[in-house]
């Protein structure tokens, strides 16, 4: 069971990496649509860091992660490169830990 479950996925993938260099050029989405995408896009990167910023395991991660997360949002906002986005967001965390926020 589990291999044939693992042999679909890998089908399906397979199916999805292909299906881009396939239908290059034959497909053209409506404006609708690539509207559509882009949001959905937004939304799926939004819920990604949501998740990994606020959980660990199946519980709440503390407040010290989210503080450094928001911290590099603030800077990646306001133009910062991206090694002071990740040194202040990791440094705002570990301080914050240190300190003895969970």
Sequence with gaps: MILAALLLLAV???GFRLAGPLL???FQ???EVRRLLSIGAAVLLVALL???ALTQGHGFAGW???AGVL???VLAWRKAPFMVVVAA???TTAL???AGVP
């Design 12 to 14: 399906g993938t397979y």
């Design 24 to 26: 290059h050029g034959r």
């Design 29 to 31: 989405p409506s404006a």
């Design 50 to 52: 949501a998740t990994a």
């Design 64 to 66: 010290a992660r989210p």
């Design 71 to 73: 911290a590099g949002a």
């Design 89 to 91: 967001a990791a440094a």
């Design 96 to 98: 914050l830990r240190l």
